[in-house]
């Protein structure tokens, strides 16, 4: 008996215990976690992304070329849709019934409990309407969104634009992107995303049934900060700029101008071009479509994706290699009788001019073909006519140096290496050993097989301004208020030609703007050193091209000017690359108004009747010239520090901050 009344107590002290543990628990759940709280009231939480701006982007003097205007994004959850006007709804949006089932039927599909989008970029305008009766419609939401905005209108192919992530972009994205954001997709935008795009915050807001907000969720104890991008420097100077849009306006073309010092690009223009407003807004769409299907292709970014024979600015370089190959001095001469035999090829000069004996200064300068083609056969031929290859493959090393022939490494997506051909493209052109060097005499002044960007033009010409080297051309200065840069960026690359060579060559240069081929873009009290070309061109007119740097002496700007179908580079080329070479070293532009309003005004544009014919014909030209340049390459471009990594520069520039935030 005694036994069972233990056991008792036993068994009232477990249930006892139990008991204050329940109540304990209760009192903890209720008064002091409020975990569970939280959990009762998630079905009424909702997650509200709070969009960073976007890193702003400004000229080198630190006007802005990009800033964020604010839009608005409607959203809507499948599962929070019930019955409503659906055609007052649409009328405020400004789409059809039909546009509207099938944007929710895709809403649906992608998840029935998940927000997606469902109309992008809303004006304020719109926004301020929609949003007093938004309660009326069930499911939808709206939230304002950054988007770009352009107050010169300018630049852009330089800027590029941003538009709506692509599956592709969310699944490379490791989960950053989601159905709906926003992504560059072009130029700087494409190139530096990384650093601009910032990083997103969430805030949660508590909800009644009819979706209107109540509140900060857990008093913001989930809520993150959206941490704005940084702010790019570019290295464009914008009054050179919009002065080489306006010149080339009507015409196609590009301008390249480079500080030589640095590297940084001045000017980058592509032309004709666009107003980078156009592909904001709910008429992007609309008007991506028309400027696609423009016979102009102003999305092609010229600078950097146009590929042009240099005609006779390659003279330049090509003499520089003789003078360090020994093969000629610069008191070398050459009878000219208006041609030159290669073989039995006879090269002409321009409209069959006899220069009369020319040294190399003054060949240069009055930009004579058969001097430079004596001067291709000596370099091709040093070691015996029949067996070229050693010769060819020295020269074309050394021409690559400058840059022809592979990328620069230029911090902007999709940029082309040009076209510098190898040995192993004329063996397969011509057979092996079927070729001497009257086969590729046009490679002697800027023709034939080379092909090179207006990048690489204005480069050749940092090279020269700077004696032997050059630093690799870049379109930002530096990024945040720490003014970073990428170390690649102050790293000279040598040419391997000795400094006194160059002194004779740009004498030559000097001389065609002061007396020769260019003396009508003489800048009154600037010595500006340049080179004329016009370069064949499959398709009409030759192209008309200069390259020039100025000052002669501490030169502050190269530049490289391609215009198409413009003849001579003397009659447009020319007076546009000495306006914007006035214009950045003085602030004004002194000849006359008259002449300038000429240049400006004229339309160079082919005429669309025969432009779709060409292109057809262009396309299978080009299709066979692959075929037979291609096919060959056996072997890869010529290796430089700049192509070693192939990633977005940007990251280059977050690791760049990081290690200075360390230090």
Wanted: net charge positive; proline share 6%; charged share 20%.
């Amino acid at each position: 008996m005694n036994k069972f009344f233990e056991r008792r107590y036993v068994i009232g002290g477990v249930f006892i215990t139990i008991i204050l543990i329940l109540l304990a628990r209760l009192f903890y759940i209720q008064i002091v976690d409020d975990k569970y709280l939280l959990y009762a009231n998630s079905n009424v939480n909702r997650k509200i992304i709070q969009f960073p701006d976007r890193g702003p982007i400004l000229d080198r003097n630190g006007k802005i070329l990009v800033q964020n205007s604010l839009v608005y994004d409607i959203s809507v959850t499948p599962k929070d849709v019930k019955p409503f006007d659906t055609l007052e709804f649409c009328k405020l949006i400004g789409i059809d019934k039909a546009e509207f089932d099938k944007r929710l039927l895709k809403a649906e599909k992608y998840s029935h409990v998940l927000q997606s989008p469902f109309e992008q970029q809303l004006s304020p305008q719109l926004y301020a309407s929609l949003q007093e009766r938004l309660s009326e419609f069930p499911g939808f939401t709206v939230d304002p969104h950054p988007v770009r905005t352009y107050p010169d209108s300018t630049a852009a192919q330089f800027l590029g634009y941003i538009s709506e992530v692509k599956d592709v972009d969310i699944k490379n994205s490791g989960g950053y992107y989601r159905p709906g954001d926003y992504i560059g997709s072009t130029g700087v935008e494409k190139a530096y995303e990384n650093v601009l795009r910032g990083q997103r915050g969430v805030k949660n807001m508590m909800v009644d049934s009819r979706g209107i907000q109540k509140g900060s969720y857990a008093n913001g104890a989930y809520d993150t900060v959206a941490v704005p991008g940084e702010r790019l420097t570019s290295s464009l100077e914008i009054n050179i700029q919009k002065l080489g849009e306006k010149l080339m306006q009507n015409k196609v073309g590009s301008i390249v101008a480079i500080e030589p010092s640095t590297g940084e690009i001045l000017a980058f223009v592509s032309s004709p071009t666009y107003d980078p407003n156009l592909m904001v807004g709910r008429e992007r769409g609309n008007n991506a479509a028309k400027l696609y299907n423009d016979p102009y292709s102003p999305f092609l970014v010229r600078p950097i994706q146009a590929y042009y024979r240099p005609g006779s600015s390659f003279k330049p370089l090509s003499a520089l290699i003789a003078l360090q190959a020994g093969i000629i001095t610069p008191e070398t001469t050459y009878n000219c009788p208006g041609y030159y035999w290669a073989g039995n090829r006879k090269i002409s000069c321009y409209n069959h001019e006899a220069h009369g004996t020319v040294n190399l200064s003054s060949a240069v300068a009055v930009s004579c073909n058969g001097y430079f083609s004596m001067v291709f056969e000596r370099i091709m031929n040093a070691a015996g006519r029949k067996d070229i290859l050693p010769a060819f493959s020295s020269w074309r090393e050394n021409v690559a140096k400058f840059g022809l022939g592979r990328k620069l490494g230029l911090d902007m997506p999709n940029e082309k290496r040009g076209n510098l051909p190898t040995a192993q493209n004329y063996d397969k052109m011509y057979n092996r050993g079927g070729w001497r060097s009257s086969t590729i005499i046009p490679l002697a002044i800027g023709q034939g097989e080379l092909d090179a960007t207006p990048l690489q033009l204005a480069n050749i010409e940092c090279t020269i301004a700077n004696h032997g080297y050059y630093y690799l051309p870049h379109l930002i200065k530096s990024i945040g208020t720490r003014n970073v840069v990428r170390p690649e960026d102050t790293v000279k690359h040598n040419v391997g030609i000795s400094g006194q060579y160059f002194e004779p060559v740009i004498d030559g240069m000097q001389a065609v703007v002061d007396h020769g081929t260019a003396a009508a873009s003489k800048i009154p009290g600037i010595v500006m050193c340049g080179k004329t070309g016009t370069a064949d061109n499959t398709h009409g007119k030759p192209n008309s091209v200069f390259v020039a740097f100025a000052p002669r002496d501490h030169p502050r700007i190269a530049i490289a000017v391609v215009v198409e179908n413009g003849g001579q580079g003397a009659n447009w080329a020319a007076p546009i690359a000495s306006y914007l070479v006035e214009k950045y070293l003085t602030g004004t532009i002194s000849r006359p108004q008259d002449e300038f309003n000429r240049i400006m005004n004229a339309n160079l544009l082919p005429d669309l009747s025969t432009y779709y014919q060409h292109n057809k014909k262009r396309a299978q030209l080009d299709s066979l010239k692959k075929s037979r340049l291609d096919s060959a390459r056996k072997i890869g471009p010529v290796k430089s520090a700049s192509n070693k990594n192939k990633r977005d520069p940007s990251v280059k520039y977050l690791a760049a901050i990081k290690q200075k935030e360390n230090e």
